[in-house]
């Protein structure tokens, strides 16, 4: 301990400090409550994936340091990943980096594209790591709040958050680096729409600006519907960064698999910063993930349908349960609205929920800087087996009562 006054947390760091997710994992385990707060899954990904991994640990491949780009054969492997897919080509030796996960992807964009006093535009409510990469890269922070668009389990049953594009707009200045955009969106379950992607892009081009577009639930989104990369609009690939995750994608969020894909000249600037990070991470896993993206259209097809039924599972329980609800398009997390309940403090109503009935959840205010927008909303998880789902609705329905 210094005898200095200072505080020992650096000033940009200092309005973070410990997640939520740490207070409510905690507050679950000391209850012995359902946790439906934190983004993990509680069954493993692909059996043939996990041999994979074990494969490799046994044969030697990736033990030490790994190349700092990321192995060939998964580099390969998302090209032909974002081919098959989307139908974008990228150079696997100079369009793309390996990261440990899309967490270092985030921070390593932001720590190589922005200086000091650089504005970075994101969509509000957000992931909570942006604030804290932005702050760590000495940026500023310009939200742009998404804001309900119809009224929870309207008459199509599904919720929407929508962007306001004149907001956006406006929000551009002089000092506008980037773009940080999320999509399929934590914690609402947006799904941007091409019209709202289309007229992100055009403003990017307009105002010479670049994007970072974590797109790490790009397998989670319902209906039939599509996802779209940012970066298959027209002007936009040389301006993109695209992040993907192999933890949300094949449910082995420990492994730490994430990737960029952009032109050469920005992949060579956040790989400047992600050696400085890292350097290299997750050796043998790199090669499981190789497989795993190769695996045919049908496991990601049931990956899908899956989750779909999940979440129409508890969407339809939390709705009973009397909580209005933003049936998801995409991610594995429902918004839901707690004033049907009688109460409008998501933080007071998630902190006495597991002595109430034995759930954990997540206030969406701590993923707002306007923390009043986002004060009645609470976020569920619903990548949980079914057994654990069906418990958990039963013990909400008690709220109804
Ligand atoms: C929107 C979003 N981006 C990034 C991440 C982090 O991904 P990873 O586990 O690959 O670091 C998450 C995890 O919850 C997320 O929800």
């Not at 012995?32 to 983004?39: E, K, M, T, Y």
């Not at 594209?113 to 970075?120: K, Q, R, T």
């Given at each position: 301990m210094t005898s200095s006054a200072r505080p020992l947390l650096n000033r940009r760091l200092a309005e973070f400090g410990t997640t939520i997710f740490a207070e409510m994992s905690a507050l679950a385990q000391r209850t012995?409550?359902?946790?439906?707060?934190?983004?993990f899954p509680d069954t493993d990904g692909p059996e043939a994936v996990r041999e994979a991994a074990v494969r490799a640990l046994r044969e030697g491949h990736g033990n030490q340091y790994p190349p700092g780009p990321g192995v060939p054969e998964l580099r390969t492997a998302i090209v032909e990943h974002q081919r098959r897919r989307y139908g974008l080509s990228y150079d696997p030796d100079q369009e793309v980096l390996v990261t440990a996960g899309a967490t270092e992807a985030i921070a390593a964009a932001l720590l190589?594209?922005?200086?000091?006093?650089?504005?970075?535009?994101?969509?509000?409510?957000?992931?909570?790591?942006?604030?804290?990469?932005?702050?760590?890269?000495?940026?500023?922070?310009?939200?742009v709040t998404l804001r309900p668009a119809a009224a929870p389990g309207g008459e199509s049953g599904q919720g929407h958050f929508a962007l306001d594009l004149d907001e956006l707009r406006a929000a551009v200045t002089p000092r506008t680096r980037l773009i940080l955009l999320n999509t399929p969106h934590n914690p609402t379950g947006t799904v941007l729409t091409r019209a709202e992607l289309a007229a992100v892009a055009e403003l990017a081009c307009e105002r010479d600006l670049l994007v970072i577009t974590d797109e790490v639930y790009e397998h989670l989104v319902f209906d039939g519907a599509e996802h779209i990369p940012l970066a298959s609009f027209p002007g936009m690939r040389e301006r993109t960064v695209t992040i993907g995750s192999a933890g949300k994608t094949f449910s082995f969020t420990g492994w730490k698999v994430g990737w960029i894909t952009a032109a050469p000249g920005l992949v060579a600037a956040v790989r400047s910063a992600k050696q400085f990070l890292t350097?290299?991470?997750?050796?043998?896993?790199?090669?499981?993930?190789?497989?795993?993206?190769?695996?045919?259209?049908?496991?990601?097809?049931?990956?899908?349908?899956?989750?779909?039924?999940?979440?129409?599972?508890?969407?339809?329980?939390?709705?009973?349960?009397?909580?209005?609800?933003?049936?998801?398009?995409?991610?594995?997390?429902?918004?839901?609205?707690?004033?049907?309940?009688g109460v409008s403090d998501g933080f007071a109503f998630c902190r006495a929920l597991p002595e109430r009935c034995g759930v954990v959840a997540i206030p969406n205010a701590v993923f707002y800087d306007h923390r009043d927008q986002g004060?009645?909303?609470?976020?569920f998880a619903f990548c949980k087996r079914t057994a654990v789902l069906e418990e958990a609705v039963a013990r909400l329905t008690s709220l109804a009562a």
């Open positions: 012995g409550s359902i946790n439906l707060g934190q983004g190589a594209l922005l200086e000091p006093g650089d504005e970075v535009i994101a969509l509000e409510p957000y992931y909570d790591s942006y604030a804290a990469c932005i702050a760590m890269a000495g940026g500023t922070r310009v939200p350097y290299v991470t997750s050796g043998p896993f790199q090669y499981a993930v190789a497989e795993a993206l190769r695996l045919p259209d049908s496991y990601f097809d049931g990956f899908r349908a899956d989750h779909q039924a999940k979440r129409d599972l508890l969407s339809a329980g939390l709705a009973k349960a009397g909580f209005g609800v933003f049936r998801p398009a995409g991610t594995y997390f429902v918004t839901t609205d707690i004033r049907p309940l004060a009645p909303f609470v976020r």
